[in-house]
């Protein structure tokens, strides 16, 4: 297999180039912004008592949960729409706009999202994104060429059903990612992303003949996805999904029908990349950047301005912290696998 490798680079001496310093001045603005969140338009607020009752349950439900603790709101979000569409069968009769408030209203109930925080319009952006995948899957499931791409290791006579059932999943996996993207909103994460992007695009290197290279890039970014984000597949697929439609922020109805007769096209084109022969490769290279990333966001976090003089003005300091962001990162690796454990004894007393 073809293995990409880094370009060697003289080593300089220690400066904060422009995008250093652009990550501590998003830090520090963060934190200001904390104490102004009380501030603003109006909030959505629900019931205390409901409240209570929907966090004790969601906290039972995520203890036999194995993912990350990041993913489990997406992993809520996804649930309620398979609720909706599936048992209950309520999207058929409510418009975008009741749907997103009943889902954001949940989500407050269950603790995901803290209550009088959330601003009334979110609601309407969560509705237009809810919208264009209410027009997708109208859309698809008018035609049938999905039936192939959809229902294949599909052996039982209700291969078409099947098929509908797969395909109604990966779109609302698509619609949680997109909604969990929308409520999240770090622009901390987005600029480290950023970085990690253009040093490993500048560095990495495959042979010019090999077949698949025009792929490197969007492999990088996905590899960043996986290891410094800790993104599981809903989410790579979304990432995938908006790279093969690069209008999908502000597509219109007409261009939605469109993009419908070509969704066994993308499917596939999905999958390829998800399974592509660089990943394992790139994996073992970007691990290690990402570690480094993710303790230098762990130091500047608390005080940035601190951070950042020591950086600049005391160099041995500045290392200092960085060794104890990795002992508390340590720390932090070995109490998330006493919690998986313990998790594994409460499914196994539950099962």
Wanted: some cysteine.
């Amino acid at each position: 297999m073809v293995s990409p490798h880094l370009i060697k680079k003289r080593e300089s001496n220690f400066t904060l180039n422009s995008s250093a310093k652009k990550l501590f001045q998003l830090v520090y603005i963060k934190k200001n912004n904390l104490e102004e969140s009380n501030s603003g338009p109006a909030k959505i607020i629900v019931s205390t008592m409901v409240s209570k009752l929907a966090f004790f349950y969601e906290k039972i439900r995520n203890a036999v949960d194995y993912d990350d603790e990041h993913l489990l709101r997406k992993n809520a979000i996804k649930r309620i729409f398979k609720r909706q569409i599936v048992i209950e069968g309520v999207v058929k009769n409510l418009e975008s706009k009741e749907l997103a408030l009943h889902l954001l209203t949940e989500l407050i109930q269950a603790g995901y999202l803290d209550n009088n925080s959330i601003p009334e319009n979110k609601i309407y952006e969560i509705a237009s994104i809810l919208e264009k995948y209410i027009i997708l899957k109208d859309s698809v499931f008018k035609k049938e060429k999905f039936l192939f791409i959809f229902s294949q290791n599909i052996k039982n006579k209700r291969r078409n059903g099947q098929a509908e059932k797969k395909l109604l999943n990966w779109i609302i996996s698509l619609a949680s990612a997109e909604i969990e993207e929308n409520l999240t909103s770090d622009k901390i994460k987005q600029e480290i992303v950023s970085d990690m992007f253009d040093i490993l695009k500048d560095n990495i290197v495959l042979p010019r003949d090999w077949a698949h290279s025009n792929d490197l890039d969007i492999q990088i970014y996905l590899g960043i996805a996986r290891n410094f984000l800790n993104f599981d597949k809903d989410l790579l697929n979304f990432i995938l999904f908006k790279y093969y439609n690069k209008n999908w922020a502000k597509i219109n109805n007409k261009e939605i029908e469109g993009l419908s007769d070509k969704i066994d096209v993308i499917y596939s084109a999905i999958l390829y990349q998800l399974k592509h022969p660089l990943t394992k490769q790139l994996d073992k290279v970007i691990k290690p950047y990402s570690l480094y990333f993710s303790i230098l966001r762990d130091s500047i976090n608390d005080n940035p301005i601190k951070v950042y003089d020591l950086a600049v003005n005391n160099h041995k300091s500045f290392i200092n912290l960085i060794k104890e962001a990795c002992e508390s990162k340590y720390g932090k690796i070995k109490n998330k696998l006493w919690r998986s454990g313990f998790r594994c004894i409460i499914i196994i007393f539950l099962t």
